[in-house]
């Protein structure tokens, strides 16, 4: 990404499903040929008979409900460098609203932050304080739902924070904001308050992945590590697939429902906590909301290209040891049905001017659906401070 | 091959044919004479600090399955019933997924057309769409996750042809230390790892020089 100085336009929109997309999806979805599967544990991936109930829930979904459940948002489409970005705007009602930029990853979408955001922007109406109220920004990523293609690399995180930044200042006239993320979010956020320390009063990062750090490490650092390693073994097929052929995965998954159903929703179930009945935290409803986002914009390839991008592009690692001067308050959230390992609190101090600290056995990797309120009161508190 | 009725015959294969074909020269059942391998799993165990040109162009290319080629294996040995649903439901999808494999292993100029016909590969594809056996063919990775290139030493009658552009591409000393019967080494002078698409006549003709004294 080159420094370019043409103008950011914001203008209002309201996305929508195209009709003719949805029926071709319908069809695809009764005509479905499903491999044999071989029982119903989750050892080997998606069980079938798992996969079978998704999809014939796909197929009742009721996608027009969905659609006005995202029609109650204010919804904008800007322009950023000659990148299209999606994004929801909304007004704090309070004394002096805080910008608030949300970052959202993969599997996910901004449709993460809907529960979460009434209680940002109006505190006063869900048990809060109106002076805690915050603006909210939630864009959709280069490349995912209705920010449409990315160029065709994808763009590292260091791009996209230069994409955000524009958005904020020049796009949205704020100079001085507030940032949060998760997943790939986080990366972005941190390389946000890197980029930026004079625009960041501070940031919020959820369970960040923080990458190696030159030795020597600490025990608890040598311990986590290890246990990365064994996660990525287990685990991190997706992301070596993403990283290095992120084309042949896509022609299947821009192909099939079945296939986008089985990619999307194996992460999602994996990565949520769980309810006290033992269902996945990220409702059954917004799984669907979420397959059929990624199905009518024909993005599931386009998504993967973060992963390819940071790759292939030297450099995009957080520098060990030179901590961004930005306060940053991080919370590790867990319950996961196939736990993420949590960094230890020393390594995120060699990359972050650590404020606050805090540990949960809940929120998983989707804490604005699974605990809006925790995060809500989590982001309140971390920023209260920096209002002035 | 017992109840086929064959009291004397040889094995031959190329990658997972090999992993089986390794097993049974370790197994060394009744009947088996010998056998002929394109794929041979003998790296040593410990791979040693100095290393010959030879040894470390193995090395670099067994290093392509950790890295910028080992996506699919890394996926399909632990998660391969997801795979397997896109890839059983997408013919553009199975078609990309195998398509893909013979660009970067066979011997090429760019294209994996260079090396095998638009039939030939759309052959294979057809075979592994009409019997819906993406999944069930991703699950020999999960099955064999710990098998690795440091293969068994053999001591039963081996013969080996090294064909030039295959990933991994193993140096002969290697291969001389891991079967110490070997009855032949034949380096081809084009093919790669599909050795029996791209180069059917060298690796036949390999086969019958490779096993023929076994067939007194």
């Known amino acids: 990404m080159g420094v370019t100085q043409s103008l950011v336009t914001v203008e209002p929109v309201h996305p929508g499903f195209d009709a003719a997309v949805l029926d071709d999806l319908g069809r695809r979805l009764s005509a479905v040929r499903l491999a044999p599967g071989s029982g119903t544990a989750w050892e080997q991936g998606v069980p079938r008979p798992w996969l079978t109930d998704l999809l014939a829930d796909w197929q009742q979904f009721d996608t027009g409900a969905f659609q006005a459940r995202l029609g109650q948002f204010a919804h904008f489409r800007a322009v950023v460098g000659g990148q299209p970005i999606h994004l929801v705007h909304q007004q704090g009602r309070g004394p002096a609203p805080l910008p608030l930029l949300l970052t959202h990853g993969w599997p996910g979408s901004f449709c993460e932050y809907l529960d979460l955001l009434p209680l940002l922007i109006d505190p006063g109406t869900h048990g809060g304080d109106p002076g805690d109220a915050f603006t909210v920004v939630a864009p959709s990523l280069p490349g995912f739902g209705f920010s449409g293609p990315p160029a065709a690399e994808g763009l590292t995180a260091d791009a996209v924070a230069g994409l955000w930044h524009r958005l904020m200042t020049e796009g949205l006239g704020y100079p001085r904001y507030t940032a949060h993320g998760s997943d790939l979010g986080a990366g972005i956020t941190a390389r946000l308050a890197r980029a930026h320390p004079d625009a960041m009063a501070g940031i919020h990062l959820a369970t960040p992945g923080l990458v190696a750090p030159p030795r020597p490490w600490s025990p608890a650092e040598e311990a986590h590590f290890a246990q990365v390693d064994a996660w990525t073994g287990e685990e991190g097929g997706y992301a070596h697939l993403h990283s290095t052929k992120p084309a042949t995965l896509g022609a299947a998954l821009h192909d099939s429902p079945a296939g986008l159903a089985a990619w999307i929703g194996e992460k999602i179930t994996a990565w949520s906590s769980t309810t006290a009945d033992g269902q996945p935290a990220f409702p059954r409803d917004l799984l669907l909301g979420t397959l059929t986002l990624y199905w009518v914009t024909g993005t599931i390839t386009s998504s993967l290209l973060p992963y390819w991008a940071y790759r292939h592009a030297p450099g995009t690692a957080l520098p060990a040891g030179e901590p961004a001067p930005v306060p940053a308050a991080i919370t590790i959230f867990g319950g996961e049905k196939v736990p993420f390992p949590k960094p230890p609190r020393e390594l995120a101090e060699r990359y972050f001017t650590v404020t606050t600290w805090a540990e949960y056995d809940c929120g998983g990797h989707f804490p604005a659906i699974a605990e809006p309120q925790l995060l809500a009161e989590t982001l309140r508190d971390a920023f209260r401070p920096l209002r002035s | 091959m017992k109840r086929l009725g ?193 180069q059917p006549e060298i690796l036949v003709s390999e086969i019958r020089t490779g096993l023929r004294t076994l067939r007194s």
Do not use: C
Not at chain 2, 62 to 80: E, R, V
Not at chain 2, 88 to 117: C, M, R, V
Not at chain 2, 122 to 149: M, P, Q
């Open chain 2, 6 to 198: 064959y009291t004397r015959w040889a094995a031959q294969g190329g990658d997972w044919g090999a992993v089986v074909t390794t097993a049974l020269g370790a197994m060394q059942p009744e009947g088996l004479l010998g056998i002929h391998l394109n794929t041979q799993y003998a790296f040593p165990a410990q791979i040693p600090d100095t290393l010959s040109p030879e040894q470390r162009y193995a090395v670099e290319t067994l290093a392509l399955y950790t890295g910028d080629l080992g996506g699919s294996n890394h996926l399909q040995g632990t998660k391969p019933e997801t795979a397997g649903f896109a890839l059983a439901d997408s013919p553009a999808g199975q078609a990309a997924w195998i398509y893909e494999k013979f660009q970067s292993k066979t011997d090429n100029h760019g294209l994996a057309e260079d090396a095998l016909s638009i039939d030939g590969m759309l052959d294979v594809i057809s075979l592994y769409w009409f019997t819906n056996s993406a999944a069930s063919s991703g699950r020999i990775y999960w099955e064999n996750k710990s098998a690795t290139f440091a293969g068994p030493k053999l001591t039963l009658p081996v013969a080996v042809t090294v064909f030039p552009r295959d990933i991994p591409r193993l140096p002969r000393s290697w291969i001389e230390d891991t079967y110490s019967n070997l009855i032949h080494y034949g380096e081809a002078d084009k093919g790669g790892h599909f050795a029996a698409l791209e």
